[in-house]
């Protein structure tokens, strides 16, 4: 568990990064709790990098299976934040029972940012931090937990 009932947690939210860990990442990531990489990293350097600002919890990503990271990262991660219980995993449907799983599904995949559900069932996808394909800019979130309660916002990485 990381944090309590006392204050929030602050955690940095990213997915997707390709093995390309934008340096802007760590601007954004300052000064919060914890990190979670919801899968594709491809690279252990980033890993290393992400957790020069803060404790990491990552998973494997499709990309991830069949390179070095694919031994070292599980394909589903379970932790409390504040009282509130996130699930990370890369693919969403690899989930069973996602839409009504209780707390925080943490996933990427996709590489469209999205935070949705209702309160007790919600969602945060942070899009993908290094635009790995597509049109969109590069995206992370900013995840605050406190006393059971969950709150997202997308950050588009400053250009």
Do not use: K, Q, W
């Given at each position: ?44 350097d ?10 990491v ?8 299976i ?11 991660e379970?932790?409390t934040?504040?009282?509130v219980s ?11 029972g996602w839409r009504?799983?209780p ?14 559900g209702?309160?007790?069932?919600m ?19 900013l995840?605050?937990?406190?006393a ?12």
């Open positions: 568990m990381i944090g309590d009932a006392a204050g929030p947690v602050r955690v940095g939210v990213l997915s997707d990064t390709h093995g390309r860990l934008d340096p802007r990442v760590a601007e954004v990531f300052a000064g919060v709790d914890a990190i979670v990489h919801a899968g594709d990293v491809v690279s252990l980033d890993l290393v990098a992400l957790r020069e600002i803060a404790p919890t990552a998973v494997a990503g499709n990309c991830d069949a390179g070095e990271l694919g031994c070292v990262l599980r394909g589903v379970r932790l934040l504040a009282g996130v699930t990370v995993v890369h693919d969403i449907t690899d989930l069973p009504t799983a707390g925080l599904v943490i996933h990427g995949h996709t590489h469209v940012a999205e935070f949705a209702e309160p007790g069932c969602r945060l996808n942070p899009g993908s931090a290094s635009r790995a394909y597509g049109d969109g800019p590069p995206t992370v979130a995840l605050t937990c406190e059971g309660e969950v709150s997202a916002e997308v950050v588009r990485l400053p250009e």
